[in-house]
């Protein structure tokens, strides 16, 4: 899937739709996901990367980083424990 086929596919979610930042591309590799909120559409940044800004999130961040909704558990160990979780 290329850039613009990203986009159009994270587009299909609404801005404020519930999603799960993982700061890395690795998901299991580490503990850290942030349960947030979508703040905009998805776009393509200057140097055309699917690209998308979240609650509680600095900057935007990759679309392969965010995952739409969660299937894990609210209290589980891959959350990060210091975010102020959005949901």
């Known amino acids: ?3 613009k086929e990203s986009v ?3 587009n299909k979610n609404c801005i404020g ?3 799960v930042y993982w700061p890395t591309l ?3 590799s580490h503990k850290n ?3 947030t909120l979508t703040r905009s559409k998805a776009f393509l940044s200057e140097s055309g990367s699917p ?3 979240l609650d509680g999130i ?3 961040v990759h679309v392969g980083c965010v995952e739409i909704g969660s299937l894990m558990r609210e209290d589980s160990p891959c959350f990060d424990s210091e975010f102020e979780h959005k949901w």
């Open 58 to 60: 600095s900057g935007y």
């Open 33 to 35: 996901g942030k349960r």
């Open 51 to 53: 690209v998308v800004f």
């Open 1 to 3: 899937m290329d850039s």
């Open 8 to 10: 159009d596919l994270f």
């Open 17 to 19: 739709t519930k999603v």
């Open 26 to 28: 690795l998901v299991s």
